[in-house]
């Protein structure tokens, strides 16, 4: 067995305190953490990334250590720290998710399925569609900055060596999620009211003609304009999550 230099082992311990946080943020960060991505590349990623970061936090990493600090339970606090953070983010994506399901139901697609692994399940296409240009848009927005910045931040917020606040995370695990579900709702507000407004109508003229089979002759309607209403503000609402997504970011930990 080879010996490693103090001064080395010393710092390897730092960069796996460091490791631990940043890798555990980066497997639940949108784009950097999909399921649909092979687990070595992820795991390639966030090693890269706590490289590139180490010069930036080594010094936290290193001053725990120097106080006395366990590093089996260290890199498990930062773990726990880690995947608190980046499910919080995971959670505020979701309301794209969510406005994608909506969309698909009101123009009557909500049958047509494909499996999405960042949802470990069967999803709607249109929702499938809306999160990977939800990503490639806060890519070009540059707001995954603004999630790689939140990383650097978080060690004023949470100091290394110390549980996270439980208590103060879940309070905003539930205010994440009720951010998320109102805004899911906003993003998809066009298609509810088209589908209201189609439904009534449909019922009307059903009422109107009995006779006649008024919702095979409309869903090709409903179909054609919920999708054409899509079309026309999808741009929109890609937009205002974005900026959204961006806002909750710069608000801080």
Not at 154 to 166: C, Q, T, V
Not at 187 to 216: M, S
Request: glycine fraction near 10%.
């Amino acid at each position: 067995m080879i010996d490693l230099p103090a001064d080395l082992e010393f710092q390897v311990s730092a960069f796996f305190i460091v490791f631990a946080r940043v890798g555990a943020v980066l497997m639940l960060l949108p784009v950097f953490g999909e399921d649909s991505i092979p687990g070595r590349i992820r795991l390639m990623i966030a090693f890269a990334m706590s490289a590139a970061l180490y010069g930036a936090l080594g010094e936290p990493a290193r001053a725990a250590l120097q106080g006395g600090a366990v590093l089996p339970v260290t890199v498990f606090t930062e773990l726990l720290t880690g995947l608190a953070m980046g499910m919080i983010v995971k959670i505020l994506f979701y309301a794209i998710s969510i406005a994608g399901s909506i969309v698909s139901m009101q123009v009557g697609l909500s049958s047509a399925v494909i499996f999405d692994p960042a949802q470990s399940g069967q999803a709607p296409m249109i929702s499938k569609f809306v999160g990977i240009a939800a990503a490639l848009v806060c890519m070009g927005m540059q707001v995954h900055h603004l999630w790689l910045g939140a990383i650097i931040n978080s060690y004023h917020s949470f100091p290394i060596g110390g549980l996270p606040p439980m208590q103060d995370f879940a309070q905003l695990a539930i205010a994440a999620v009720e951010r998320s579900m109102t805004l899911g709702i906003s993003l998809a507000a066009p298609l509810i009211v088209y589908g209201i407004v189609f439904n009534v109508a449909l019922g009307l003229a059903a009422r109107i003609a009995p006779a006649i089979q008024i919702f095979f002759i409309a869903q090709p309607l409903n179909i054609l304009l919920g999708l054409s209403i899509f079309a026309a503000t999808a741009g929109t609402m890609l937009t205002v999550f974005a900026t959204t997504m961006g806002d909750a970011m710069q608000g801080g930990w």
